[in-house]
């Protein structure tokens, strides 16, 4: 995940909505219920070592639990390639977060360490295949010693799978659900009616924020792949989701056709120097990588078969 997509994506995740909606849809455990969720309180994920070494977290909040005031932390992750040793760093994570518990005396009624839900939101094409608790990173050993062996899972999020199985509702109004179908859309038409349903679950004034952070999530990911340069100058001045929904909406009806002249005129480029056929492949490879173009609409403007096409889309994505 760049760092413009990587900053967004955290303001996101910064909201009270956002992590609601990501606990209630998401996390299927029954102790959720007994969560006071409107109680929900972002931390500082600025946590500071002995030896005085900063290291920066991701967005933490915690919320009470229960009918005390026990606090479940939420570590949350965002990690766009497969890391093979997430669970370690998850183990650093957690324990950086506890001494600084430890130090501000945040502690629960019986003087123990509050809960740490970790979290990892992953957004690549390739399925998560890491380990998902530390221990299975330690080499078993025989006779007693597989006893110290640390023990630490996390609850990961794959955002494409999710994607693939989940049951999608409107009716849930899920926002965490529609930011994982935007970053997954099939087509910039399937991505236009996703915001449009934002538009309408997030009309309260005390959504404003979120909206302004919906905003610039799809001004710093989606667009760049949408909007020619020559008018990012002025979707970069919007603020306003109805009105990111209204243009988008307006201008998808040219971009089609823009990019049909584009794939063409790019055929014909490379037609006169490597024949048609490869012509047709890299046209549809590019279009492919540079829009969001569903495979029909590829097919039709190439001229190869829908099938050529959805092969094409799955080599790219190894």
């Known amino acids: 995940m760049n760092n413009q997509h990587d900053l967004s994506y955290k303001?996101?995740?910064?909201?009270?909505?956002?992590?609601?909606?990501?606990?209630?849809?998401?996390?299927?455990?029954?102790?959720?219920?007994?969560?006071?969720?409107?109680?929900?309180?972002?931390?500082?994920?600025?946590?500071?070592?002995?030896?005085?070494?900063?290291?920066e977290g991701d967005?933490?909040?915690?919320?009470?639990?229960?009918?005390?005031?026990?606090?479940?932390?939420l570590l949350i992750e965002f990690q766009s390639t497969v890391d093979p040793f997430?669970?370690?760093?998850?183990?650093?994570?957690?324990?950086?977060?506890?001494?600084?518990?430890?130090k501000q005396k945040k502690l629960t009624q019986d003087g123990k360490l509050p809960p740490v839900l970790p979290i990892v939101l992953y957004n690549g094409e390739k399925r998560w295949n890491a380990a998902l608790n530390v221990a299975e990173l330690v080499q078993p050993v025989p006779g007693g010693l597989e006893h110290y062996r640390p023990d630490l899972?996390?609850?990961?999020?794959?955002?494409?799978?999710?994607?693939?199985?989940?049951?999608?509702?409107?009716?849930?109004?899920?926002?965490?659900?529609?930011?994982?179908?935007?970053?997954h859309h099939r087509d910039q038409q399937d991505a236009i009616d996703l915001i449009g349903l934002l538009v309408q679950w997030l009309q309260a004034p005390e959504q404003t924020q979120l909206r302004r952070h919906f905003v610039l999530w799809i001004r710093r990911v989606l667009l760049p792949s949408w909007v020619p340069e020559s008018e990012e100058a002025e979707w970069q001045s919007l603020n306003d989701l109805n009105e990111v929904h209204n243009m988008l909406a307006e201008r998808a009806k040219k971009w089609p056709e823009q990019w049909k002249q584009e794939g063409l005129e790019e055929g014909r480029r490379e037609g006169?120097?490597?024949?048609?056929?490869e012509t047709r492949l890299e046209t549809a490879r590019n279009l492919v990588r540079e829009t969001s173009l569903a495979d029909e609409a590829i097919a039709s403007t190439t001229g190869l078969s829908i099938s050529e096409?959805?092969?094409?889309?799955?080599?790219?994505?190894?």
């Open 11 to 55: 303001l996101l995740f910064s909201e009270p909505r956002v992590v609601r909606d990501l606990l209630t849809g998401f996390v299927k455990e029954e102790w959720i219920d007994r969560l006071d969720l409107d109680s929900l309180e972002k931390v500082s994920s600025t946590f500071v070592t002995d030896d005085l070494r900063d290291r």
């Open 59 to 73: 967005v933490i909040w915690r919320v009470r639990f229960g009918d005390e005031w026990v606090y479940v932390y």
């Open 86 to 102: 997430m669970a370690l760093r998850i183990m650093t994570y957690v324990g950086l977060l506890y001494q600084e518990l430890v």
């Open 153 to 183: 899972p996390y609850l990961l999020l794959d955002e494409g799978a999710i994607v693939t199985s989940e049951q999608w509702s409107e009716e849930t109004r899920n926002v965490v659900s529609a930011i994982f179908r935007l970053e």
């Open 272 to 277: 006169r120097q490597e024949g048609v056929v």
């Open 309 to 318: 096409v959805a092969e094409l889309r799955a080599e790219l994505r190894h």
